[in-house]
């Protein structure tokens, strides 16, 4: 993707499996912009790869699916995305990461969350439980390297007597 300037949010039960969450998948999701640029880079991409993009029936809108059967590759490309508003959104709160010197976006485990909520699949309901506690010990460990507050109001009433 970086090689061909193809901009994509990795979402679904990779990105989860990259925030720590111990679930599998067989496939990777991402979202991206949908032009006619993006799809040139698609093709392009897929042409490296010697793999086919293909356009499945699903209920997902506009999925792209880029496959290598021979070497078991299966990539799904989206532009719309259950629970997501914006491809602009999702992508602000992405985790910015390096897989084998390779940038990769990342969906925030609260859009991950989020989108199989929204996609309330029987496969993504399956796995809830373990994401909505991979995220909460998240959230847990977050709040655990937060400073403490001043609760008192000792900071106020020193601010006062200057």
Do not use: C, W
Not at 22 to 50: G, Y
Not at 97 to 104: A, F, I, M, V
């Amino acid at each position: 993707m970086q090689k061909h300037g193809l901009e994509a949010v990795l979402i679904g039960n990779a990105g989860a499996a990259i925030h720590g969450a111990p679930v599998t998948t067989i496939d990777f999701d991402f979202m991206f912009r949908d032009t006619a640029t993006n799809l040139r880079k698609l093709k392009a991409m897929a042409r490296e790869l010697k793999a086919t993009v293909l356009r499945p029936y699903y209920p997902v809108s506009k999925l792209y699916r880029m496959v290598d059967d021979d070497l078991g590759l299966q990539v799904d490309f989206m532009p719309v995305v259950d629970g997501v508003r914006s491809f602009e959104e999702l992508r602000s709160r992405a985790m910015r990461t390096t897989l084998e010197n390779t940038p990769l976006l990342v969906a925030s485990l609260e859009d991950i969350v989020a989108s199989k909520k929204a996609a309330s699949r029987p496969r993504d309901l399956a796995v809830m439980e373990v994401l909505e506690r991979t995220l909460h010990a998240h959230e847990k460990a977050s709040q655990a390297r937060k400073p403490p507050s001043d609760t008192s109001g000792g900071a106020r009433r020193a601010q006062g007597r200057k």
